[in-house]
């Protein structure tokens, strides 16, 4: 399968730049779909942005304008740059990947959907 570890979380002012990455292992070459999601306090998880398989990205409305999200070639790498954030931008923002069932050594895995652990992105005013 494929494992997530993200970075660049951190406290920010008003009107300030934060960068996001997620470093992709395992079987990344089965990888359809990368995508960021964030919780704000006391809300549900939301889409930020996302990369298809053919590198198009699509962002939420909120997002568009103001983030960029780039994935290397081998899938091994995303990156999520946020400019002019603001208060609300405020949560937990979250690594998603999803991919096809691959057969290993006569093994087949399904199909599969993986989490990174999130990382802590705080704007203040």
């Known amino acids: 399968q494929v494992q997530l570890v993200e970075s660049g979380g951190g406290l920010v002012q008003a009107g300030g730049s934060l960068g996001l990455s997620c470093a992709a292992s395992?079987?990344?070459?089965?990888?359809?779909?990368m995508a960021w999601y964030r919780q704000p306090p006391e809300k549900q998880r939301e889409l930020v942005a996302t990369?298809?398989?053919?590198?198009?990205?699509t962002y939420a409305d909120s997002a568009k304008g103001r983030f960029t999200i780039f994935r290397d070639a081998a899938k091994t790498t995303l990156t999520l740059q946020m400019d002019d954030l603001n208060t609300e931008d405020t949560a937990v923002y979250f690594c998603?990947?999803?991919?096809?069932?691959?057969?290993?050594?006569?093994?087949?895995?399904?199909?599969?959907?993986?989490w990174g652990q999130g990382t802590q992105v705080t704007v203040s005013s």
């Open positions: 998603h990947v999803e991919g096809l069932g691959y057969y290993n050594r006569s093994r087949y895995y399904p199909d599969f959907n993986v």
């Open positions: 990369v298809n398989i053919r590198g198009e990205a």
């Open positions: 395992g079987a990344t070459f089965s990888i359809t779909t």
